[in-house]
């Protein structure tokens, strides 16, 4: 009699391969006397790492570390197994907020994803189409600095992905008041007109108050000056 099985060896002992590839597991069982049995053996995997059939063939899925178990009767052998992401394609943008202030530093990180869902680390070149900033390769940072629309690309290979940003004005720098010197006779009316910047140029929006140093006139909340006497006075803008 042959006996029951006592052994089972299974070839390849390790093996590491990448996410989407196949290998095929063999098996040999022995008894207690070290001689070859011919019985069935089960495949399964332990850990997300894929799938195996019933003939040793295992198909790598998920990135990560696990096992391919036989087992025939009492006999048992485990294999390790380490599955490595697949080719890249697809990229990760790793940007929480598209809306970004002018003259902020903001680190570009991107992820990378195979045809299975494994994300991995990867190494862009990074660009702008349009001139909303300055991007340091070397340290892969971006400065955002023209108020605007545009796209943060990201090239791995021949593999080019892009998200959209908009980059909102810094905080008020200047105000500028136009006119800035005026001469003007009794009932004649101007309105002045305030225009709000950054430290970028860049537009702010503002309603400023607007006050008179001396009582020519009626000024209005929206800066409307009605000349009622001669005199000289200065018009000032404040906004907060």
């Known amino acids: 009699m042959p006996g029951k099985p006592a052994r089972l060896d299974v070839t390849p002992a ?22 070859s049995l011919s019985l069935p053996i089960q495949w399964q995997v332990e850990g997300d790492i894929g799938s195996i059939g019933a003939d040793g063939t295992f198909t790598a899925l998920q990135a990560g570390e696990g096992a391919v178990v036989a087992t025939s009767g009492d ?3 485990s294999v390790p197994v380490v599955v490595e992401h697949g ?37 862009a070149q990074w660009f702008l189409t349009t001139s909303i900033g300055a991007i340091n390769q070397q340290e ?15 090239k791995v290979g021949n593999l080019i992905k892009g998200i959209e940003i908009e980059i909102v004005p810094a905080k008020l720098s200047r105000l500028e008041m136009s006119p800035q010197t005026i001469r003007m006779l009794a009932g004649e009316t101007v309105e002045f007109q305030v225009s709000g910047y950054d430290r970028f140029g860049n537009d702010v929006e503002v309603q400023p108050e607007f006050s008179i140093s001396d009582d020519i006139g009626d000024l209005s909340e929206s800066g409307q000056l009605i000349v009622r006497k ?11």
């Open 230 to 240: 001669a005199g000289n006075a200065i018009v000032t803008a404040k906004f907060d």
């Open 87 to 123: 080719d890249l394609v697809d990229i990760l943008f790793d940007l929480e907020n598209k809306v970004l202030t002018a003259g902020s530093d903001i680190t570009l990180t991107a992820k990378g994803v195979d045809a299975f869902g494994n994300s991995f680390d990867i190494t």
């Open 14 to 35: 390790t093996i590491k391969l990448k996410a989407g590839t196949r290998a095929i597991f063999q098996g040999s069982v022995f008894n207690a006397q070290d001689l």
């Open 75 to 77: 006999a048992t052998a």
């Open 140 to 154: 892969s940072l971006f400065k955002p600095l023209t108020t605007g629309t545009g796209e943060i690309i990201a």
